[in-house]
């Protein structure tokens, strides 16, 4: 096991694993065979070993071509998110829905030395290609469920997850525990979708929720949520189809 994964297996709360965490496959994976099959077409894509393959080489630049984000790309996104994060102060970050590490890795380079960016995924598929593409030092990777993170409360000074609360389960409830892992003064980052304030854009995107089972959230949802929680220096863009929403717990 490599340092990053033993100061990895060090973060695990033992009171919330059912299991004993395997790193056989480079990365810690505390879901076994229990993790939930997904039942969208968005959802199986992200399982696929083939999306996993070209993820980070073109996927999510076709990504952001149909969303409309107004020519930020990924490497732009990267800087966007590390900058919302203020990386710099950060020396645990954790990286929701990572897929194949592509923000992770990058994440690893931005944080104090001695620092720790923990990627944490639900796939298979999308973890191995981070093992094989994006482990760097300060960098480790965690099959996990986001619904039910085994870490304990306050753990990680920024959090980040992008490109990833449309798809997953139950995308509040994996908000509320990001925020329960969140220490004081933390930051969060966010960047989902958005439905539209205009009638027929928001039944086109609609329909478009539908056939592939990606949520199209509504302006105030997420900073809805961030607000009753008692975050503040709450900020939200909205580009095209996309919201960036930032945050910070108080000290």
Partial sequence: MTDDLTRLRGLLD?????????????????????????????GLAMRSGIVASIYQRGWRQGLNLAMGTGGLGPSEERRYAAESLELSKASLVLDVACGPGNFTHVFASAVPQGGLVVGLDASRAMLAQAVTDNVVPGAAYLRADARHMPFADRTFDAICCYAALYLVPEPFTVLTDMLRVLAPGGRIALMTSYRGSWEPQRLARGALSVLSGVRMFEQGELTGVLRSAGMVDIEQEIRGAVQFVNARRPL
Avoid: F, K, N
């Fill in 14 to 42: 033992s009171t919330r694993l059912d299991r004993e965490p395997d790193d056989s496959a480079g990365y810690l994976d505390v879901l076994g065979d229990d993790g939930e099959q997904p039942r969208t077409v968005a």
